[in-house]
């Protein structure tokens, strides 16, 4: 689901996240181009929430949801995307699609207050800072 060519994926990863021997590294690289993939092909507020709906997902992605979340949340389309999904859903009456998101958000919100003060967002390391770690 990437949009990096097979022979640059590890070198855009690393670029982006770090370490390559690192779990968390290729936890990042999936919610980031997760999202990516999704935010490219999602067209109505139905798909939108039924991909993101975590009950849905197997295991290992349910334990990437919060992760997929603060990707999501920093991907610049996402206020217009979501925005749009809900406008959708409420002129379809299906209201109940969003549940999961929201949810997801709710614990999200909860987690964070609880173990942290500091933001959690995810966000892929610009060339800038990518050079000051050289």
Known sequence: MAHVQPENFEPEVRHLFGDLRLKHTWEKAYSHF?????????????????????????????????????ALAA?????????????????????ELARGLLELAREAIERQQQY????TVVMPRTESQSDQGA
Do not use: M
């Open 116 to 119: 942290s003060t500091d933001s």
């Open 34 to 70: 997760f999202v990516g993939w999704l935010i490219a092909c999602i067209f109505d507020g139905d798909t939108y929430f039924k991909v993101l709906d975590p009950s849905k997902w197997s295991d290992w992605k349910y334990e990437l949801r919060f992760l997929t979340l603060e």
């Open 75 to 95: 991907h610049p389309e996402f206020k217009s995307l979501t925005s749009n999904s809900y406008s959708y859903l409420v002129s379809t009456n299906q209201e």
